[in-house]
């Protein structure tokens, strides 16, 4: 169960944090 969770847990990390850092760059852009 832990390892199924971590596992989800680090797709879902891993799109987010590529989201989360386009977005940021897009911030930076227009800043």
Do not use: H
């Not at 879902?12 to 940021?24: L, V």
């Amino acid at each position: 169960m832990t390892r199924k969770k971590v596992k989800l847990a680090f797709i879902t990390d891993d799109s987010a944090r590529r989201e989360s850092y386009n977005k940021r760059k897009k911030g930076l852009i227009k800043k």
